[in-house]
């Protein structure tokens, strides 16, 4: 297990009520009212649209990193992480599947840039391991 050396940044977020309750940041930025998974009558955000958010915008940054470093900027790219509830042998379980659409590439040089992101990205590391994860590069 990977440990913090050296912190760089903490955010905290407090839940009331569970998956019909409130979820509050402590900066105050994030305040919403929580509602069930697909609901269609009254949608609102839930922990796996929330968890999907995070991922993606983490994602994204990696993959900027990683091809700046390679002298290409992705800046324009767009990242979606499609996050699954569902029944595991011992429960309920989740799996993400990634994908970054990315201008001025082709398909398999998308590939590779987000293998490696994957590999940087901490929300990548955090899961790696305990979840199906996917990650699919596609030229935009």
Do not use: W
């Amino acid at each position: 297990m990977e440990q913090i050396v050296k912190a760089r940044y903490s955010a905290a977020a407090t839940a009331q009520g569970g998956r019909g309750g409130q979820v509050t940041s402590a900066d105050g930025v994030v305040d919403l009212p929580l509602g069930k998974p697909g609901s269609t009558a009254n949608p609102k955000a839930n922990p796996e649209t929330l968890f999907a958010a995070g991922y993606a915008a983490c994602f994204g940054g990696a993959l900027n990193l990683i091809a700046s470093q390679e002298g290409l900027d992705t800046s324009d790219s767009t990242v979606t992480a499609d996050v699954t509830l569902g029944d595991t042998g011992t429960g309920a379980g989740l799996a993400v599947d990634i994908e970054a659409r990315i201008p001025g590439v082709d398909d398999a040089t998308a590939q590779r840039l987000v293998d490696a992101a994957h590999q940087m990205c901490p929300y990548s590391k955090a899961t790696r391991g305990n979840i199906g994860v996917t990650v699919t590069g596609l030229a935009a």
